[in-house]
């Protein structure tokens, strides 16, 4: 995997392409990891960063325990990349 801002966007695009944009549709670190084969430390760096600058959220959900998805700022972000 790439490092740096490049793992952010791939972690982005992942949860924008797999429609993560909502409490409902949110996702665990584990399933992130799992499917961007990126390892949950980095994961959970990734997304905390993310976090900070308000292109991702994060839910509690029972039984579930935190779970993340893309808020509306984090949707503009991906869709910049295509322009």
Known sequence: MASGLDDSF????????MGHVGEDRA??????????QMDGVRV????????????VARVEVSGR???????GKGVIKVCSIYT
Do not use: P
Request: hydrophobic share 45%.
């Open 27 to 36: 996702v665990g670190v584990e399933e992130i990891s799992t499917a961007l």
């Open 44 to 55: 959970k760096e990734i997304l905390s960063s993310l976090e900070s600058d308000g292109y």
């Open 10 to 17: 791939l972690l982005l695009t992942f949860l924008h392409n």
């Open 65 to 71: 325990g935190v779970r993340f998805y893309l808020t």
